[in-house]
């Protein structure tokens, strides 16, 4: 078990892990008819660094982990929102100008505010089996602006994932259950952002305004 701990204490050390989340296509919410400017501040598409917690057989150890996070939410972002509007167009700032930008109906502006992975089980010896899980949280604040930087909306989405394993201790280095556990939870957060979305006060107030139902 000591073996298992140093591995993974030791993986934080190495590249960053790639994230590939999915975003959940069906049921399809329906396009709402507008364009949509999104701005994704640096400190969004630079985030990596991601509390983790190991918990083994009575042992633990915190740490963090480089998870490409940023990268992977701007992408999922990107994929949602092409879902939600009929066209999207990314913008340098909330307060766009410009003749490209002439037809924007709004600009949203998505934050990380936390990541965090845990992971536990209870096993064994080195090569006994017995299930490991990990279990990762991700939360987002969106807010809405008008093209003149007014703020129209401002909100909170999150996601959970959990992901299992239950193969030797000598194999779990490749069963990446840290990846797909962050990839799940990206995934329900990205759908709650979609599904809830009309649903928001201020986000409803800014489609009736628009005449948008």
């Given at each position: 078990?000591?073996w298992?701990?140093?591995?993974?204490?030791?993986?934080?050390?190495?590249?960053?892990?790639?994230?590939?989340?999915?975003?959940?296509?069906?049921?399809?919410?329906?396009?709402?008819?507008?364009?949509?400017?999104?701005?994704?501040?640096?400190?969004?598409?630079?985030?990596?660094?991601?509390?983790?917690t190991?918990?083994?057989?009575?042992?633990?150890?915190?740490?963090?982990?480089?998870?490409?996070?940023?990268?992977a939410?701007?992408?999922?972002?990107?994929?949602?929102?092409?879902?939600l509007?009929?066209?999207?167009?990314?913008?340098?700032?909330?307060?766009?100008?410009?003749?490209?930008?002439?037809?924007?109906?709004?600009?949203?502006?998505?934050?990380?505010?936390?990541?965090?992975?845990?992971?536990?089980?209870?096993?064994?010896?080195?090569?006994?089996?017995?299930?490991?899980?990990?279990?990762?949280?991700?939360?987002?604040?969106?807010?809405?602006?008008?093209?003149?930087?007014?703020?129209?909306?401002?909100?909170?989405?999150?996601?959970?994932?959990?992901?299992?394993?239950?193969?030797?201790?000598?194999?779990?280095?490749?069963?990446?259950?840290?990846?797909?556990?962050?990839?799940?939870?990206?995934?329900?957060?990205?759908?709650?952002?979609?599904?809830?979305?009309?649903?928001?006060?201020?986000?409803?107030?800014?489609?009736?305004?628009?005449?948008?139902?």
């Amino acid at each position: 078990m000591r073996w298992l701990l140093t591995l993974v204490v030791l993986v934080a050390g190495c590249a960053p892990m790639v994230l590939t989340p999915v975003v959940v296509r069906e049921p399809r919410p329906e396009p709402l008819p507008l364009t949509i400017g999104v701005h994704y501040p640096e400190e969004v598409r630079s985030f990596r660094k991601v509390p983790r917690t190991i918990v083994l057989s009575g042992m633990s150890h915190s740490g963090e982990m480089k998870i490409l996070v940023g990268e992977a939410s701007v992408k999922l972002f990107d994929d949602a929102l092409g879902l939600l509007f009929a066209r999207v167009v990314g913008v340098p700032t909330v307060t766009p100008v410009g003749s490209a930008e002439g037809d924007l109906a709004a600009v949203i502006e998505p934050r990380i505010m936390a990541a965090a992975l845990d992971v536990w089980g209870e096993t064994g010896g080195i090569i006994s089996s017995g299930d490991v899980l990990a279990r990762a949280t991700v939360v987002y604040a969106l807010t809405l602006y008008s093209t003149t930087g007014e703020r129209l909306a401002s909100w909170t989405v999150s996601g959970a994932g959990l992901a299992r394993t239950s193969t030797s201790l000598r194999d779990r280095a490749d069963s990446n259950i840290e990846q797909r556990s962050l990839e799940l939870a990206l995934r329900d957060a990205a759908w709650s952002f979609m599904s809830s979305f009309r649903d928001v006060q201020g986000v409803r107030r800014w489609l009736d305004e628009r005449g948008v139902r």
